[in-house]
């Protein structure tokens, strides 16, 4: 169901960020929260998240910019950020190339599917990408399970599991993160692991 633009005004500022980027040609895609959130999924936090390649980090820069999005090109070196001014204050969208030390490239962005949100057609990331970059933002600093159980319960169906699995154990986190939702049955861990030592 669509959320209402008066309640949640993040979904008019990500619906203008869409249609200058897709207008200005550039390649991208819905990722984070809201990307959960057009996906089925229950979770729309703070801010909007889209990724885009390094080497469109400056044009994407200028088009927003040019649109009346305020720029900043922040110390991290993973992303850019751009604010809406609107009546409801700054509305942060975060334009991130590097999402946990994975460079987003040309194969990234073809791991996505047109997905209408709030009736504005754009590029979402899959399942399976969300979910390996929601276990792998966590560490020894940060490690809130109660951020991924949402997208994993909510999501569970679309996100290819033994993926996960291999593209995520080198993480001790992220396989602890794993072990709980098998005991809580959103998925099976001994099948992920077996199907992911075949491929």
Not at 53 to 69: C, N, P
Not at 102 to 108: G, H, K, L, Y
Request: net charge negative; charged share 25%.
């Amino acid at each position: 169901m669509a959320v209402s633009e008066d309640r949640q005004p993040l979904i008019a500022t990500l619906k203008k960020a869409a249609y200058l980027l897709k207008d200005a040609g550039i390649p991208f895609c819905l990722a984070g929260s809201f990307a959960v959130y057009a996906r089925g999924g229950e979770s729309v936090d703070h801010d909007i998240d889209f990724l885009i390649k390094a080497d469109d980090a400056e044009r994407v820069l200028a088009t927003l910019t040019e649109a009346g999005f305020r720029g900043e090109v922040p110390p991290e070196g993973w992303l850019v950020k751009v604010w809406d001014t609107t009546e409801h204050g700054d509305l942060l969208i975060d334009l991130i190339f590097c999402p946990v030390q994975r460079p987003v490239t040309d194969a990234t962005l073809r791991d996505t599917d047109i997905i209408a949100v709030n009736a504005c057609h754009m590029p979402v990331l899959s399942a399976t990408e969300l979910m390996i970059h929601k276990v792998l933002t966590w560490s020894a600093h940060y490690c809130d399970f109660a951020r991924g159980l949402p997208v994993a319960r909510s999501l569970r169906e679309q996100i290819d599991w033994p993926r996960v699995y291999r593209e995520t154990t080198h993480s001790p986190y992220a396989h602890a993160f794993l072990f709980l939702i098998d005991r809580l049955g959103v998925m099976s861990l001994a099948e992920a692991s077996a199907l992911s030592a075949a491929v």
